[in-house]
Nanobody
Framework: QVQLVESGGGLVQPGGSLRLSCAAS????????MSWYRQAPGKERELVAE????????NYAGSVKGRFTISRDNAKNTVYLQMNNLKPEDTAVYYC??????????WGQGTQVTVGS
């Protein structure tokens, strides 16, 4: 059974940091590119960051570049998103996404990140 389980979300003040984790099981994690997406209320889901299967390449949305860092540990079947200098506009549900090809892709259930006082 394929599972992507996100954790690490919560309430944080502006300027604070959070580290999201996504634990994968039920598939060969090291064969998949991994991404983090987010969806704010009333907005479409958007790509935040992505990383290739071997961590060779990463890519970030312009709004988070320099503040967020995506990484992965293939030995632990886990992908991370380190989020620093958080802003209120980062408030959203954050989703983990695994992609290998059009026939093999999976979503996590999401974790809420709220930035505010």
């Amino acid at each position: 059974q394929v599972q992507l389980v996100e954790s690490g979300g919560g309430l944080v003040q502006p300027g604070g940091s959070l580290r999201l984790s996504c634990a994968a099981s039920g598939f060969t994690f090291s064969n998949y590119a991994m991404s983090w997406y987010r969806q704010a209320p009333g907005k479409e889901r958007e790509l935040v960051a992505e990383i290739t299967s071997t961590s060779l390449t990463t890519n970030y949305a312009g709004s988070v570049k320099g503040r967020f860092t995506i990484s992965r540990d293939n030995a632990k079947n886990t992908v991370y998103l380190q989020m620093n200098n958080l802003k209120p506009e980062d408030t959203a549900v954050y989703y983990c996404y695994a992609w290998r090809n059009r026939y093999a892709s999976f979503w996590g259930q999401g974790t809420q990140v709220t930035v505010g006082s």
